[in-house]
């Protein structure tokens, strides 16, 4: 995933890692029992909040404890994150700056919570581009992952994905937007009572997702908030998996396996779309004929069917799958 793109004044475009992030891991900065547990949890992605999983009070130290659990490593193969406290909020400068100054070479993003507009994730680019400077980092390395928590948010949301090449991720916060359309519910992760045919949902995850995949972004899904109801994650989580979403958040262990095993692609499928790409490859070639569109087994193979298997086979690679069949042309 890469991009062109310079922010007035922000990072210029570094080609940005293909982070596989299935199971994104929710830990209270706080606490280091937590931030010491996560290393040994098979997640794709661990992501220290700053915001609302810790108090007031307990913020300064959070800080404190997230530079010393990411200087201190052992996260190794997962995408190491910090989520700080929004723009309205007197906390996100010095957020941003203790703990990129604190611990910048050994993290990987930001997440920004509560994005409405594209300004507020161009003034976090400016933010770590000065810390960066400042302190002889990598200029543009540290990504940036922007969730969407409210409508306003939503309705911005093709400028936010848009607003920087740092920016990675797309993310939908159900609890927070659930709060700023007045919707009749407080239950998070489940369809609101009374709402007994469809998704209510639905708009708000594709608005999401379009914008991410018109910028070349991950769409990442919120939490689900029954933590030992797994059945009900794993479903919850399969749909937005069947739209193209990436990956959700586990706010428990009991969820990561579950998060892990939906989103990536099932076996057969990702051996499937390995062999149309060697098939598609080889009969489009001079030695294989140089046909458009061919059969494979059972199935007419085009270059419709290489793009759609290209999705799939990214999938199964960032999440470490390997192929169990090879494609061997003709005789």
């Known amino acids: 995933m890469t991009s062109t793109s310079v922010t007035s004044g922000g990072a210029a475009a570094v080609a940005r890692p293909g982070r596989s992030r299935r199971s994104n891991l929710a830990v209270p900065g706080s606490s280091p029992k937590m931030l010491d547990k996560a290393r040994g949890l098979p997640v794709d992605q661990v992501f220290m909040d700053i915001e609302d999983a810790v108090a007031p009070i307990a913020k300064p130290e959070a800080r404190t404890h997230i530079v010393a659990a ?18 309205t909020t007197q906390w996100t400068y ?23 507009t594209a300004d507020q994730v161009i003034a976090l680019d400016l933010l770590l581009t000065q810390i960066e400077k400042s302190n002889g980092f990598e200029v543009g390395r540290i990504g940036i992952e922007a969730q969407i928590e409210n409508a306003m948010g939503l309705i911005n949301v093709d400028a936010i994905a848009a607003a920087s090449p740092r920016v990675e991720t797309i993310i939908f916060g159900p609890a927070d937007f659930m709060a700023s359309i007045n919707m009749k519910s407080l239950v998070v992760g489940e369809q609101p009572p009374g709402y007994d045919v469809g998704d209510a949902y639905h708009y708000i995850l594709m608005r999401i997702l379009m914008a991410a995949r018109a910028h070349d972004k991950l769409a990442i899904d919120g939490p689900y908030l029954a933590i030992k109801d797994v059945e009900g994650y794993r479903r919850v989580a399969s749909r937005s998996a069947a739209l193209g979403f990436d990956g959700k958040w586990v706010l428990h262990p009991g969820q990561v396996d579950a998060a892990n095993e939906v989103y990536s692609p099932r076996q057969e499928d990702y051996d499937q779309a390995e062999l149309i790409l060697d098939a598609y490859a080889y009969f489009t070639s001079a030695e294989g004929g140089a046909k458009g569109a061919v059969m494979l087994g059972d199935e007419m193979i085009d270059e419709a069917s290489r793009k759609m298997a290209i999705v799939i086979a990214a999938k199964g690679r960032a999440a470490g799958m390997s192929r169990t069949q090879t494609f061997t042309p003709p005789a």
């Open 70 to 87: 990411l200087n201190e490593g052992g996260y190794e193969g997962k995408v190491r994150t910090v989520r700080v406290n929004d723009w």
């Open 94 to 116: 010095a957020d941003v700056v203790e703990v990129v100054e604190g611990a910048g070479p050994n993290l990987d993003c930001i997440m920004l919570p509560k994005v409405q």
